[in-house]
């Protein structure tokens, strides 16, 4: 037991741990030596960097206990700038002084167990010496624990507190410790950082360690000596690396790398001397950053005398920059910007004083100390504003840059809010608002830097919301809310709750406009405080009293503060039980919207959304257009780690056809931040009436107030408040309200009025045409600061890494245009005067803007940077200099302006990237070295080989020379070429005008580092330029100037230089196959060619090189030619429509052709035929076959047939506007043969294969049987046709080969005739993707080929193509110029001594009155020797087909794109075809068609399409949209590789599908049915109200079955705005019950329309009408039109709003105008699209039933003065009822009809009422006038009769 308890004593004194805490003797003195280094750049070897090293020697010696001297000796500085590692550091003594003059004195500091205390030194020490001590000390802060030798813990040091990890190992043998330390910078509790420009970036809430572009870590190795004395640290090795990704590529970085070392070199036994010298405490190792930022890293300047150079960089600024932009301005600019930050505000008043008389100077001075940013800069703005300096648009930059830009701290605070406040700000309304809303950008940048917000701060706004409110000032109301939003505290919520209804009964009166307001300034506070602002939201969004635009900007801020599951339910529960469909319909689509998101940061809303839409009806996502909705686009890239998302909020209002609100908002999210980019909202309201309104006085009408007497009458009823007409918009960048305008009702009708009234228009005309008569001069510039970011992290040598972009951009123009105007103007100016007149006008305008950026990582401190830059210079200039002549009356223009006699650069861009190093001791002196060094290795291969026994200059040479004439030699100057194996990309494009004299010209040149490793960042390392040049071009003579000459009308065809054809394609249909025939004659020999292919027919198969080769031989001469296909021959048709009884038909030549699925599709499609008869007969037998090359396919038919005894059968490929085939089968007789019979070809139309009937007549008839082969290539299906007659018998198999496995049909015909393809293809059953189906063309079927006999076909045969060609030219002429002049002439050409030279000319013709609206354009050009022409031909063919074409090269020949636009049907359903045709195009236009194919695939995935590869016309592309209902589409997108489709696609609106108009019931022009489509999708949207016997159908589309009471009248519809247009009422016809009369109050007139004798009668204000065939209109005010129709009488009277009202005595319908929607009342409801809201009753309320709601528009009628004897009236429930466990009389909160006191119902009918309830004791009767049942809450709901007819004996005429 002893030994036991002696060996743990051992073991535990073994595994004690000696004190390794390092520490100093206060005794001795050390000294180590020090050397520190950092270079920025690349992290690949071989590119250049920047970085210094700094060596020295330091000496501790002890002063007290824990305190020791420090004496930095010998310090020396080096650079470095070059390519590394192959380039050394170089001393540099300017740096050297500098740093050595701060170090001649001693720092002390503190030391205890390995932590460094405070730091001392002498009190003027540059703060960036302190932090080198700083970064030297910090190399000897250790945290060592006793207890562990690995562990973590968060450690300070210079970086901050951050999380540290140590690893300790103890050599106890040699008393040695080696310690490592790593330092994870990314993990900081206090990390030590500082930015700028950064404000607006919100962090995203999910794990930013990830995505952070800029990461960090350190690592440092300690090596300790143990001793009797203590612990000594002998050496340290410490490594830091920062890298910054910012394309978030983990190859593609750039780093910043220190290395420091430290080495204990000697140990004194003698004690440091205490200094005398006064030392200050500089604080800790955190390090420090200077109180004035250091200057930009773009350049050093000194700032010992900045009043000097602020004069002299002006006058240098202002000097150069007179005419253009000198080079140097953006650095000078900011040069002025930086020296004026460090000026004090005496010091810019005495530069004022100065320069302020010198416009130029004083612009540049101004826009330099507005960007400054600094409290002395804001002074001065403030100084100047109320000195009234400054002019209004002068004091509007002025102040929106200085707030914007400025720095925000308790400092400038005071300043901004005096500014704001200021007499000249407050008196103009537009810059209160610019100033207002830039002080509340200031609080917002300072508040993110506080904990708390200052009450002081927010008190300006808070008094303006306050003043808003007592005085009722709208203007206040929303500037006071808008800056409140942009500040986004939580202690103004308070202040917002004031102005929203639900938290404030005095905001029942703020108009909507301001409470959306209100809301919207919840936003961002929601980012501080989301819970808060959420719980109010709810309660707005739940509130179904408030308007529905309030509530679903609620709902869009709710889902901006990402709200959890449970949240995110109770808002689903809202919508299931929402009435309003408005608010539904944003809900439901905002969900949806924000479920598809892919952002990170979104991925816990997006789930919670997905789960919450189980919850909701998918009925929502069919709603349509009228109701809002969210939309949402975007995506993520992870690879990236940036995503993009744009938001569309469009707010319906109940009242209005269109949106009334769209918002508009686009968010970045990149690198674990989020920032709102821009957003901008548009809002509406009340424009329709103030446009539609016309100044009618409908008040003034007579039964204006009839109207307004009969709405006391219903209980509860008003009209509709007056909606103030009001146009607001409003503009955000990140985040923040820059600006936004409010156009309310008294500046629009100043707008009209200007419009409209003539005298004011002649006034602005007059203006403006003055003002160009007496010349418009001047040249203006304006400097514009457009950012400013800067990213500082400490080093742990002490110095700073700054990271920054820094854009600035300059605009500027010249402009000097005088006019003249002849005759000139008169006194008594009419517009139509200038029709008459001749103006000439000279113009002179150069704008120019220079954007230039510079991105730099780096050191930059106030003495020296060594940095890392890339910069960006785009200049653009476009000097427009011209002489115009404008002659109205002859409808000629001439501008003419001078040729290009130098060089013009229109666009320059500039890349470069660089190592540079400054120094404040050489300011003129920089070193730059290009990152990608100009002998940078591309790569091995490009190498050369380089022989061992050469020296390396030898092999160099020998190696050029040799490979000179190889493709990579050295000199080559090739657009792609090789300079000492590094890549320069060069692209030169030059567009020449010579007869111009001018060429365009395109310079790219590039070079970057994406040889090394292909990332976005290698590619912006090097030297990439572009230029776009307007250059002279060398001509035989020189050209005097260069004219465009425009003539319109008659006149234009005089002025036509170079007559034009059409070249179109009926001229050259045949000639290139005429060609081909021709040679091939020669060279083969038609006829031996047919005959061999007949002799091997049964030999072998033929290949497809043969088949293709016959089948062009073959050829019709009047085929289509190459330009109308890709195919190399004519297409075969085998169309539906074509398939006919009668083996001669004649084949369709149209490409939208039923077959035309056959013709793309059957590549190898053979077809055998064999017929057999009597023994008599002699049966020949030849085959057909087809086949296709390039794009171009065949399809085969068999025919045959027999007559009498004998027959011959013969089969051939058909072709269209063919003989009969057997004329072109080549047999030995040639001879064609005829039948009595017929016999017809049919084939299954998804499958192209082919199958034949036969039939025989005669002595004796027998049964043929065919087999047919067919190869399908994608699947279509194939269908076995059995049919049989009375007269013959035939069967047909076809074997299909699928490469998509679809199943084969078996369809049975058992007619008595032959069924065609198409007939049998709509029988097919089952289920059929919609691409299997086919289009059918309503052109073809209307229009079909005529059928030719077949003794006339052989006579044909010769004169096919030119009567073909003939017919076409009787329908439509093929150049318009033979019978129409042109409409429009134009011409550019040179001018040289007064004669025209060459150029360019432009025709126009157009017929678009014809029966065939025809349109051709042709351009040419005018050189002699170039016979190049662009021809472009649209034409409307007739009422279901469209086409277009355009070709251009040669004489219109080299290339061709078509299109056309056919209507029909697909898969049944009524249907539109597009077809773009591209048989040849340049190489050109082809790329960048290919480029953009790339993209089809993902663009229709993310649109919801379905995709199938299939080889379809290569050079075709279709689309087909089929109308399935009148809210959904199929659409089938047919490309040359592949089918896009999608079934059910939903349509924003609803389309009319009316029955097809027939081409000849159509009037000319027929292009009007093309466009009668937008005005019938328009009269659809229209609200439609009818009554027809018992069954209503209301304007919202809600139907319900309704007797009306006898006698009774009902209001059906009325106008229910302000204006009380119109009122409409009906009921029973004395007649007869089952007839309806109507009475209608209009303007000035009270008509009735009623039954009588068979008739409708039209009494009109008590006069009947004498006539049956009614026609009147009325001249009294607004227009109004009576007339008979279909046995009924019309009103139309647009004017009030009544587009067309019907009624016939059992029928009536009213159709009102887009623009009365929510406007209307009455049975036939508010025309505002919310159906669940229908039934509304008079006071507002919703009706339980249809029959209480009609009801309650019944007109009462006094006592024994009308025929109603019913009225309106509150009941008591019968029955007394336990409410509550308490006896309850009820009576009812809706009033019932009942019969007149007298009167006794003779009729009832139950309705559902709401029920008050009271205790049964209660004195309360029915009776008491006093209590307002319809005003009581409702306590329960039950069952009354309703009386609805009645018998009055015994009336009380009393009441």
């Known amino acids: 037991?002893?030994?036991?308890?002696?060996?743990?004593?051992?073991?535990?004194?073994?595994?004690?741990?000696?004190?390794?805490?390092?520490?100093?003797?206060?005794?001795?003195?050390?000294?180590?030596?020090?050397?520190?280094?950092?270079?920025?750049?690349?992290?690949?070897?071989?590119?250049?960097?920047?970085?210094?090293?700094?060596?020295?020697?330091?000496?501790?010696?002890?002063?007290?206990?824990?305190?020791?001297?420090?004496?930095?000796?010998?310090?020396?500085?080096?650079?470095?700038?070059?390519?590394?590692?192959?380039?050394?550091?170089?001393?540099?003594?300017?740096?050297?002084?500098?740093?050595?003059?701060?170090?001649?004195?001693?720092?002390?500091?503190?030391?205890?167990?390995?932590?460094?205390?405070?730091?001392?030194?002498?009190?003027?020490?540059?703060?960036?010496?302190?932090?080198?001590?700083?970064?030297?000390?910090?190399?000897?802060?250790?945290?060592?624990?006793?207890?562990?030798?690995?562990?973590?813990?968060?450690?300070?040091?210079?970086?901050?507190?951050?999380?540290?990890?140590?690893?300790?190992?103890?050599?106890?043998?040699?008393?040695?410790?080696?310690?490592?330390?790593?330092?994870?910078?990314?993990?900081?509790?206090?990390?030590?950082?500082?930015?700028?420009?950064?404000?607006?970036?919100?962090?995203?809430?999910?794990?930013?360690?990830?995505?952070?572009?800029?990461?960090?870590?350190?690592?440092?190795?300690?090596?300790?000596?143990?001793?009797?004395?203590?612990?000594?640290?002998?050496?340290?090795?410490?490594?830091?690396?920062?890298?910054?990704?910012?394309?978030?590529?983990?190859?593609?970085?750039?780093?910043?790398?220190?290395?420091?070392?430290?080495?204990?070199?000697?140990?004194?036994?003698?004690?440091?001397?205490?200094?005398?010298?006064?030392?200050?405490?500089?604080?800790?190792?955190?390090?420090?950053?200077?109180?004035?930022?250091?200057?930009?890293?773009?350049?050093?300047?000194?700032?010992?005398?900045?009043?000097?150079?602020?004069?002299?960089?002006?006058?240098?600024?202002?000097?150069?920059?007179?005419?253009?932009?000198?080079?140097?301005?953006?650095?000078?600019?900011?040069?002025?910007?930086?020296?004026?930050?460090?000026?004090?505000?005496?010091?810019?008043?005495?530069?004022?004083?100065?320069?302020?008389?010198?416009?130029?100077?004083?612009?540049?001075?101004?826009?330099?100390?507005?960007?400054?940013?600094?409290?002395?800069?804001?002074?001065?703005?403030?100084?100047?504003?109320?000195?009234?300096?400054?002019?209004?648009?002068?004091?509007?930059?002025?102040?929106?840059?200085?707030?914007?830009?400025?720095?925000?701290?308790?400092?400038?605070?005071?300043?901004?809010?005096?500014?704001?406040?200021?007499?000249?700000?407050?008196?103009?309304?537009?810059?209160?608002?610019?100033?207002?809303?830039?002080?509340?950008?200031?609080?917002?940048?300072?508040?993110?830097?506080?904990?708390?917000?200052?009450?002081?701060?927010?008190?300006?706004?808070?008094?303006?919301?306050?003043?808003?409110?007592?005085?009722?000032?709208?203007?206040?109301?929303?500037?006071?809310?808008?800056?409140?939003?942009?500040?986004?505290?939580?202690?103004?919520?308070?202040?917002?709750?004031?102005?929203?209804?639900?938290?404030?009964?005095?905001?029942?009166?703020?108009?909507?406009?301001?409470?959306?307001?209100?809301?919207?300034?919840?936003?961002?506070?929601?980012?501080?405080?989301?819970?808060?602002?959420?719980?109010?939201?709810?309660?707005?969004?739940?509130?179904?009293?408030?308007?529905?635009?309030?509530?679903?900007?609620?709902?869009?801020?709710?889902?901006?503060?990402?709200?959890?599951?449970?949240?995110?339910?109770?808002?689903?529960?809202?919508?299931?039980?929402?009435?309003?469909?408005?608010?539904?319909?944003?809900?439901?689509?905002?969900?949806?919207?924000?479920?598809?998101?892919?952002?990170?940061?979104?991925?816990?809303?997006?789930?919670?959304?997905?789960?919450?839409?189980?919850?909701?009806?998918?009925?929502?996502?069919?709603?349509?257009?009228?109701?809002?909705?969210?939309?949402?686009?975007?995506?993520?890239?992870?690879?990236?780690?940036?995503?993009?998302?744009?938001?569309?909020?469009?707010?319906?209002?109940?009242?209005?056809?269109?949106?009334?609100?769209?918002?508009?908002?686009?968010?970045?999210?990149?690198?674990?931040?989020?920032?709102?980019?821009?957003?901008?909202?548009?809002?509406?309201?009340?424009?329709?009436?103030?446009?539609?309104?016309?100044?009618?006085?409908?008040?003034?009408?007579?039964?204006?107030?009839?109207?307004?007497?009969?709405?006391?009458?219903?209980?509860?009823?008003?009209?509709?408040?007056?909606?103030?007409?009001?146009?607001?918009?409003?503009?955000?960048?990140?985040?923040?309200?820059?600006?936004?305008?409010?156009?309310?009702?008294?500046?629009?009708?100043?707008?009209?009025?200007?419009?409209?009234?003539?005298?004011?228009?002649?006034?602005?005309?007059?203006?403006?045409?003055?003002?160009?008569?007496?010349?418009?001069?001047?040249?203006?510039?304006?400097?514009?600061?457009?950012?400013?970011?800067?990213?500082?992290?400490?080093?742990?040598?002490?110095?700073?890494?700054?990271?920054?972009?820094?854009?600035?951009?300059?605009?500027?123009?010249?402009?000097?245009?005088?006019?003249?105007?002849?005759?000139?103007?008169?006194?008594?100016?009419?517009?139509?005067?200038?029709?008459?007149?001749?103006?000439?006008?000279?113009?002179?305008?150069?704008?120019?803007?220079?954007?230039?950026?510079?991105?730099?990582?780096?050191?930059?401190?106030?003495?020296?940077?060594?940095?890392?830059?890339?910069?960006?210079?785009?200049?653009?200039?476009?000097?427009?200099?011209?002489?115009?002549?404008?002659?109205?009356?002859?409808?000629?223009?001439?501008?003419?302006?001078?040729?290009?006699?130098?060089?013009?650069?229109?666009?320059?861009?500039?890349?470069?990237?660089?190592?540079?190093?400054?120094?404040?001791?050489?300011?003129?002196?920089?070193?730059?070295?290009?990152?990608?060094?100009?002998?940078?290795?591309?790569?091995?291969?490009?190498?050369?080989?380089?022989?061992?026994?050469?020296?390396?200059?030898?092999?160099?040479?020998?190696?050029?020379?040799?490979?000179?004439?190889?493709?990579?030699?050295?000199?080559?100057?090739?657009?792609?070429?090789?300079?000492?194996?590094?890549?320069?990309?060069?692209?030169?494009?030059?567009?020449?005008?010579?007869?111009?004299?001018?060429?365009?010209?395109?310079?790219?040149?590039?070079?970057?580092?994406?040889?090394?490793?292909?990332?976005?960042?290698?590619?912006?390392?090097?030297?990439?330029e572009t230029k776009i040049v307007l250059m002279p071009v060398q001509t035989d003579a020189d050209i005097d100037k260069i004219q465009l000459e425009i003539q319109a009308g008659s006149t234009a065809a005089s002025k036509i230089i170079d007559v034009v054809s059409s070249g179109s394609e009926e001229e050259d249909a045949s000639s290139p196959y005429e060609d081909i025939q021709a040679k091939l004659k020669k060279i083969l020999g038609i006829e031996k060619v047919f005959k061999v292919t007949n002799k091997t027919r049964h030999q072998k198969r033929p290949s497809k090189k043969e088949n293709t080769m016959l089948t062009d031989l073959r050829t019709d001469p009047s085929a289509k030619t190459p330009s109308d296909s890709s195919s190399s021959s004519s297409a075969v048709s085998s169309s539906s429509s074509s398939s006919a009884s009668s083996p001669d038909h004649k084949k369709p030549v149209d490409g939208d052709e039923n077959g035309e699925i056959k013709q793309a599709r059957n590549k190898d499609t053979s077809s055998k035929s064999s017929s057999s008869s009597s023994s008599k007969s002699k049966s020949h037998s030849s085959s057909s076959k087809s086949s296709s090359s390039g794009s171009s396919s065949r399809s085969s038919s068999s025919k045959s047939s027999s007559s009498g005894s004998s027959s011959r059968s013969s089969s051939s490929s058909s072709k269209s506007s063919s003989s009969s085939s057997s004329s072109r089968s080549g047999s030995s007789s040639g001879s064609s043969s005829r039948s009595g019979s017929s016999s017809s070809s049919s084939g299954s139309s998804s499958s192209s294969s082919s199958s034949s009937k036969s039939s025989s007549s005669g002595s004796s008839s027998r049964s043929s049987s065919r087999r047919s082969v067919s190869h399908h290539s994608h699947g279509y299906h194939s269908g076995h046709l059995n049919g049989s007659s009375s007269s013959s018998s035939s069967s047909s198999k076809s074997v299909s080969h699928h490469s998509h496995g679809h199943h084969s049909r078996h369809l049975k015909d058992d007619s008595s005739s032959s069924s065609s393809s198409s007939s049998m293809y709509s029988k097919i059953r089952g289920d059929h993707e919609i691409y299997h189906y086919r289009f059918r063309s309503a052109h073809r079927q209307e229009f079909p080929k005529k059928k030719v006999p077949a003794d006339q076909h052989s006579s044909m045969y010769s004169s096919t193509r030119s009567s073909y060609a003939t017919s076409r030219a009787a329908s439509q002429p093929k150049f318009l110029g033979d019978v129409k002049t042109p409409v429009l002439a134009v011409f550019l050409h040179g001018i040289q001594s007064n004669k025209k030279m060459g150029g360019l000319q432009l025709v126009v013709y157009a017929d678009i009155y014809s029966i065939r609206p025809r349109m051709q354009v042709f351009v040419s050009n005018l050189t002699d020797s170039s016979k190049w022409k662009l021809c472009a031909d649209a034409s409307v063919l007739n009422a279901h087909k469209a086409a277009a074409y355009l070709k251009w090269g040669r004489n219109c020949q080299d290339y061709k794109i078509s299109t056309e636009l056919v209507t029909g049907q697909f898969a049944a359903h009524p249907a539109a075809q597009v077809k773009l045709e591209w048989p040849k195009v340049p190489s050109s236009v082809r790329s960048v068609a290919e480029w953009f194919y790339k993209f089809v695939p993902g663009a229709a995935f993310m649109l919801g399409f379905s995709e199938r590869i299939d080889k379809n016309p290569s050079r075709q592309a279709r689309v087909i949209v089929a109308l399935t209902s009148p809210r959904t589409c199929d659409v089938v997108v047919k490309l040359p590789d592949m089918i896009l489709y999608e079934k059910a696609m939903r349509l924003p609106l609803s389309l009319p599908v009316g029955p097809r108009i027939s081409a000849s019931e159509l009037q000319p022009p027929i292009w009007n049915v093309f466009a009668e489509g937008p005005s019938a999708v328009l009269e659809n949207l229209k609200a439609r109200c009818s009554v027809s016997r018992d069954k209503i159908t209301t304007f919202n589309e809600v139907q319900f079955n309704y007797t009306l009471p006898a006698n009774c009248y009902h209001i059906l519809a009325q106008d229910c705005s302000s204006d009380l247009k119109f009122l409409v009422m009906m009921k029973n016809a004395e007649e007869a019950i089952s007839l309806k009369a109507i009475n209608i109050k209009l303007g000035s007139h009270e008509i009735d329309m009623y039954p009588a004798k068979g008739l409708v009668k039209l009494a009109i204000d008590g006069v009947e009408s004498p006539t049956t065939n009614v026609s009147y209109s009325s001249t009294a005010g607004a227009s109004l039109e009576i007339h008979s129709e279909k046995q009924g009488l019309v009103l139309v009277a647009p004017a009030y709003g009544i587009d067309k009202l019907y009624f016939n005595g059992h029928t009536f319908q009213i159709q009102v105008a887009l623009w009365m929607a929510g406007k209307t009342c009455g049975i036939c409801g508010k025309y505002d699209a919310e159906r669940e809201q229908e039934y509304r009753m008079p006071n507002g309320y919703l009706a339980k039933d249809a029959v209480s709601f009609a009801h309650s528009w019944i007109l009462e009628e006094k006592p024994c003065t009308g025929a109603c004897k019913l009225q309106h009236s509150f009941v008591k429930l019968e029955k007394t009822v336990q409410l509550a466990g308490v006896e309850s009389k009820c009576y009812s909160t809706e009033p019932v009809l009942r019969c007149m006191k007298g009167c006794s119902a003779t009729k009832t009918t139950p309705v559902t009422v709401g029920f008050h309830c009271l205790p049964a004791d209660s004195a309360t009767t029915v009776a008491d006038k006093q209590t307002k049942f319809d005003q009581k809450s409702e306590d329960m709901q039950d069952t009354v009769d309703a009386h609805i007819a009645c018998s009055c004996e015994d009336e009380d005429c009393s009441s």
């Open 1 to 1024: 037991m002893r030994g036991i308890i002696l060996a743990l004593a051992f073991t535990l004194v073994g595994s004690q741990k000696f004190d390794i805490d390092p520490g100093f003797s206060s005794r001795k003195s050390y000294i180590y030596s020090y050397e520190g280094s950092m270079l920025n750049g690349l992290q690949e070897r071989s590119l250049a960097r920047a970085g210094l090293r700094l060596s020295s020697k330091l000496e501790i010696s002890g002063v007290s206990e824990n305190t020791y001297l420090l004496k930095i000796r010998s310090p020396q500085v080096e650079e470095y700038n070059g390519i590394w590692p192959k380039d050394p550091f170089t001393r540099s003594s300017k740096i050297t002084q500098i740093v050595s003059s701060c170090f001649t004195r001693p720092f002390k500091f503190e030391y205890s167990s390995g932590r460094v205390g405070n730091i001392y030194g002498q009190e003027d020490c540059p703060d960036m010496c302190i932090n080198i001590v700083r970064g030297m000390l910090n190399m000897m802060q250790m945290t060592i624990k006793k207890s562990a030798n690995v562990y973590e813990l968060q450690e300070a040091g210079i970086g901050g507190v951050c999380h540290t990890r140590y690893v300790i190992q103890e050599d106890r043998k040699n008393s040695r410790v080696s310690v490592t330390k790593t330092i994870d910078q990314n993990n900081c509790q206090e990390n030590v950082m500082t930015s700028i420009g950064m404000a607006y970036i919100r962090p995203c809430p999910v794990d930013l360690m990830k995505r952070r572009p800029i990461k960090g870590t350190a690592a440092f190795s300690y090596k300790l000596k143990q001793s009797d004395s203590g612990t000594l640290i002998t050496e340290v090795a410490s490594q830091q690396v920062y890298q910054i990704s910012p394309f978030s590529e983990p190859t593609g970085v750039a780093v910043m790398e220190a290395r420091q070392q430290l080495i204990l070199v000697e140990v004194k036994s003698e004690r440091g001397s205490p200094q005398d010298v006064p030392m200050k405490s500089h604080g800790s190792l955190r390090y420090r950053f200077p109180s004035v930022l250091p200057q930009m890293p773009l350049q050093l300047i000194k700032t010992k005398n900045p009043e000097q150079r602020i004069a002299e960089t002006l006058q240098h600024i202002v000097l150069n920059n007179q005419q253009d932009f000198h080079d140097d301005v953006p650095y000078k600019f900011l040069e002025l910007v930086q020296l004026c930050r460090i000026v004090s505000t005496d010091t810019l008043e005495s530069f004022w004083k100065q320069f302020s008389e010198k416009p130029r100077y004083r612009r540049w001075l101004l826009s330099a100390i507005s960007a400054t940013g600094t409290t002395e800069a804001l002074k001065f703005i403030k100084n100047r504003i109320r000195s009234d300096d400054l002019n209004y648009i002068q004091t509007l930059l002025t102040v929106s840059f200085a707030l914007h830009l400025m720095k925000a701290d308790e400092d400038t605070l005071p300043i901004a809010a005096d500014l704001v406040t200021s007499s000249r700000i407050q008196k103009s309304p537009m810059l209160q608002q610019v100033a207002c809303l830039g002080y509340s950008s200031v609080i917002n940048r300072y508040c993110s830097q506080t904990s708390t917000c200052p009450k002081e701060a927010l008190q300006p706004l808070h008094d303006l919301a306050d003043e808003a409110i007592s005085r009722g000032r709208e203007d206040k109301m929303k500037l006071a809310l808008k800056c409140i939003g942009n500040v986004g505290e939580p202690a103004s919520i308070k202040r917002i709750l004031k102005f929203l209804p639900v938290f404030s009964s005095s905001a029942s009166d703020i108009p909507v406009h301001i409470q959306i307001d209100a809301i919207m300034s919840l936003r961002k506070i929601a980012w501080k405080d989301p819970k808060t602002v959420q719980g109010y939201l709810i309660q707005i969004l739940a509130d179904q009293s408030l308007p529905p635009e309030v509530r679903m900007m609620a709902c869009a801020v709710i889902f901006e503060t990402r709200p959890a599951l449970p949240l995110i339910t109770t808002i689903a529960s809202v919508a299931m039980k929402e009435s309003s469909l408005q608010v539904a319909s944003f809900v439901y689509s905002h969900m949806k919207a924000l479920s598809k998101s892919r952002l990170p940061y979104m991925y816990n809303i997006s789930s919670a959304c997905n789960i919450a839409l189980k919850l909701l009806a998918p009925k929502l996502d069919r709603l349509s257009y009228r109701y809002s909705k969210v939309v949402r686009v975007g995506g993520y890239f992870d690879n990236y780690k940036v995503g993009i998302a744009g938001d569309v909020f469009v707010m319906n209002s109940p009242g209005t056809m269109f949106p009334s609100a769209i918002i508009s908002k686009l968010m970045a999210n990149y690198a674990g931040s989020v920032a709102d980019l821009l957003e901008v909202g548009v809002r509406v309201e009340g424009l329709t009436d103030a446009i539609m309104k016309r100044n009618i006085p409908f008040a003034e009408y007579p039964t204006y107030q009839k109207i307004k007497e009969l709405g006391k009458t219903l209980l509860g009823w008003k009209e509709l408040p007056t909606e103030t007409p009001l146009i607001s918009a409003y503009l955000k960048i990140l985040g923040q309200e820059l600006a936004y305008v409010n156009i309310n009702k008294e500046v629009l009708q100043q707008a009209v009025k200007t419009i409209v009234e003539p005298a004011d228009r002649n006034t602005v005309l007059k203006r403006i045409t003055s003002q160009i008569r007496n010349g418009i001069a001047g040249q203006w510039t304006q400097p514009v600061w457009l950012g400013e970011l800067r990213y500082i992290v400490p080093s742990c040598i002490g110095l700073p890494l700054e990271y920054g972009s820094y854009t600035t951009a300059l605009a500027r123009a010249a402009v000097n245009v005088d006019g003249k105007m002849t005759p000139p103007l008169s006194g008594d100016f009419r517009p139509s005067q200038l029709l008459e007149s001749t103006m000439q006008i000279r113009s002179d305008i150069s704008p120019s803007l220079y954007i230039h950026t510079v991105a730099t990582m780096g050191v930059n401190t106030e003495y020296f940077q060594h940095a890392i830059e890339i910069q960006d210079k785009v200049q653009t200039r476009a000097p427009v200099k011209f002489d115009a002549k404008i002659d109205m009356k002859s409808k000629n223009v001439k501008i003419e302006t001078a040729p290009c006699r130098e060089e013009t650069e229109i666009v320059i861009g500039r890349h470069k990237a660089f190592a540079v190093s400054r120094n404040i001791g050489e300011l003129g002196v920089e070193k730059r070295t290009s990152i990608l060094p100009a002998d940078a290795s591309s790569n091995i291969v490009e190498e050369p080989f380089k022989p061992s026994e050469r020296t390396s200059r030898e092999g160099v040479t020998m190696q050029g020379a040799d490979s000179m004439p190889r493709k990579h030699s050295y000199s080559s100057q090739e657009d792609l070429h090789h300079g000492t194996g590094r890549k320069t990309h060069k692209r030169d494009i030059c567009i020449k005008l010579h007869r111009l004299g001018c060429q365009l010209c395109f310079y790219g040149r590039s070079r970057d580092a994406s040889f090394i490793k292909n990332t976005y960042l290698h590619r912006l390392i090097g030297e990439h």
